[in-house]
């Protein structure tokens, strides 16, 4: 991902905007599906971006809001564990957070949301958490991820039951590409009722 930051400020001034914008999103991704995610945020709410970087994520503490989109690895939302061992550090005590995973799983099975939270390590108290309809694409995956990919498959049934798993395989078997911008909507919603 290239330096958001820079086009958004950018497209803020050409705007004639002067406000510092109150979002950040931090964009943990690996093939496309959460920058994707990431650039249709910024376009719909004038907000910020950074990709996954622990250097960087003390720039949280610059900002109202905090956007993490990531790839859902194994259950888990990839880099999200760091956000909650440094919440305090990073000063996001009393500040919105929303966690979006990106996956191949139902975004509106419960169950499934509620393992990838488990597993991501996140206290729902402190968050809202939504599931983004991911996309995958075997001929982009790189040499020593298509191995790691096709152990995950086998191992999805018990990391999530049966029909999650089945699903998951189903999607993966035909190159699914469920990237779909509507899925923000909550996300947009929930940033907007913060600006009131």
């Not at 931090?26 to 004038?46: F, H, N, P, V």
């Not at 956007?67 to 440094?86: F, M, R, S, T």
């Not at 305090?88 to 949301?113: Q, S, W």
């Not at 075997?138 to 152990?151: A, T, V």
Request: a positive charge; glycine letters at 10%; charged letters at 25%.
């Amino acid at each position: 991902m290239r330096n958001t930051n820079r086009t958004a400020r950018q497209r803020r001034e050409e705007s004639g905007e002067v406000v510092r914008p109150d979002t950040l999103i931090i964009c943990a991704g690996k093939y496309g599906s959460s920058e994707q995610y990431t650039r249709w945020l910024m376009d719909r709410l004038g907000c910020d971006a950074i990709p996954y970087n622990k250097r960087q994520l003390g720039y949280a503490s610059l900002y109202r809001n905090i956007v993490w989109i990531g790839a859902i690895k194994d259950a888990e939302i990839i880099g999200i564990n760091l956000l909650w061992q440094n919440h305090h550090n990073f000063g996001l005590d009393g500040k919105k957070i929303i966690v979006c995973g990106v996956g191949l799983g139902d975004p509106d099975n419960r169950e499934y949301l509620d393992k990838v939270m488990a597993r991501s390590g996140s206290n729902q108290g402190l968050c809202s958490c939504y599931i983004l309809p991911g996309r995958v694409d075997r001929s982009r995956m790189k040499r020593l991820d298509g191995p790691q990919f096709d152990k995950f498959l086998i191992d999805a049934g018990r990391i999530y039951g049966a029909e999650t798993a089945d699903l998951i395989n189903e999607r993966a078997a035909s190159n699914y590409n469920g990237v779909d911008a509507g899925a923000l909507d909550p996300v947009v919603e929930e940033i907007m009722a913060t600006r009131k």
